[in-house]
């Protein structure tokens, strides 16, 4: 995927409908090549392409979830990454943010496990040999490709670990963090019980939305990882609740 290409799903991701002829004017190519970018993203499955208009996705797949703000939850994960030490114990969440967070970990610590109850997460990182790697079983997720239910809550009480890494669909101070899934939330629930820090990362366009189901209690909440566009309100609202706010 093209730099361009990536423009039009961030685009997209602002605007949910964008006319060829906007995207034309906006990023100052020819109607024609937008056309075929418009095309190679909607043969990916990230988009979806009608006459004179492309409009987003709804899947949940993971491939296009990665794709929107890529750079910018990259630099996110990396941050993350560094509070990490050879020879811990990690659990993953199933995540944009999360899996970058996992490809980081595994390209650059020794000795570390990671344990996920995402399929897309551990394939995602398996050419990576130098962390060991384990799949929580449970109800399979097609779209998502993670696992959740009383089997993935059973497995999850075998391991307590270091840290638990998670992302989140949206935050209000009214609501707390939320999530758009219910059974997804309710593996965090599980996970969280397991893990003596948990670790939010997301972009900051989270903190403007707001899921249906609470994702997990704030007080359990030890750092959050996030860049610059997030409120200012917001972070002094989590500086009160003693917890750390890391930006890039």
């Known amino acids: 995927m093209n730099k361009r290409q990536t423009q039009i799903l961030e685009l997209l991701t602002q605007n949910k409908k964008i006319e060829v002829t906007k995207l034309s004017e906006l990023l100052g190519v020819s109607q024609v090549t937008i056309r075929k970018d418009l095309d190679a993203l909607a043969e990916s499955g990230m988009l979806v392409r009608e006459h004179g208009y492309a409009t987003l996705n709804k899947s949940d ?4 979830r990665l794709a929107y703000h890529y750079e910018q939850k990259q630099e996110v994960a990396k941050k993350a990454v560094e509070s990490i030490q050879h020879g811990e114990t990690i659990m993953i969440e199933s995540g944009s943010c999360c899996a970058l967070v996992a490809l980081e970990i595994a390209k650059t610590k020794k000795d570390v496990t990671l344990i996920t109850n995402s ?7 398996r050419k990576h040999t130098a962390i060991k790697i384990i799949l929580l079983g449970g109800e399979y997720q097609h779209e998502s490709q993670v696992m959740v239910g ?7 009480e075998s391991f307590f670990v270091d840290k638990l890494f998670i992302g989140t669909d949206g935050f209000s101070v009214e609501t707390g963090f939320t999530g758009n899934d219910y059974m997804r939330c309710e ?22 939305q707001k899921g249906i189901s609470s ?5 359990q909440v030890t750092c959050i990882y996030t860049d610059q566009g997030i409120p200012q309100e917001i972070e002094e609202y989590f500086k009160e609740k003693h917890i750390q706010v890391e930006k890039v």
């Open 61 to 64: 797949d993971m491939n296009i």
């Open 119 to 125: 399929a897309f997460i551990a394939d995602y990182i």
């Open 215 to 219: 994702l997990i209690d704030l007080k």
């Open 150 to 156: 009383p089997m993935m809550r059973k497995c999850a």
């Open 187 to 208: 593996a965090v629930k599980d996970m969280a019980r397991q893990a003596s820090k948990v670790m939010i990362v997301t972009e900051s366009d989270k903190f403007h």
